[in-house]
């Protein structure tokens, strides 16, 4: 059975950071890309965030861009995203995604994990 299980959301004043992490098990983390997926209130899904298999190559969010890092650690079947400089507009619920192959596809992915909540608030 898959199993993506993020966390580390929570409540975050206008210019903080916060780190979310991804943890998977029941496929072979170290064969697929992953993403990060939000979805703000009443909004549609966005991808901010993914990265190939071994992590040399991501691609990011014109929104997020010089702002989130994503980063996996393959000894850990861990996904991260250091989000910093958060603003107001990135109150999202976050999901962590796996594609079915090794590289950055498209929005398909194949897997995903419950959400991890993000609320970005004075």
């Known amino acids: 059975q898959v199993q993506l299980v993020e966390s580390g959301g929570g409540l975050v004043q206008p210019g903080g950071s916060l780190r979310l992490s991804c943890v998977v098990s029941?496929?072979?983390?170290?064969?697929?890309?992953m993403g990060w997926v939000r979805q703000p209130p009443g909004q549609k899904r966005e991808r901010v965030a993914a990265?190939?298999?071994?992590?040399?190559?991501?691609d990011y969010a014109d929104s997020v861009k010089g702002r989130f890092i994503i980063f996996r650690d393959n000894t850990k079947n861990t996904l991260y995203l250091e989000m910093n400089n958060l603003k107001p507009e990135d109150t999202a619920n976050y999901f962590c995604?796996?594609?079915?192959?090794?590289?950055?596809?498209?929005?398909?992915?194949?897997?995903w994990g419950q959400g991890t909540q993000v609320i970005v608030s004075s």
């Open positions: 995604a796996a594609y079915s192959r090794p590289f950055i596809g498209s929005d398909n992915f194949a897997e």
């Open positions: 029941g496929l072979t983390f170290s064969s697929v890309g």
């Open positions: 990265i190939n298999w071994n992590g040399d190559d991501t």
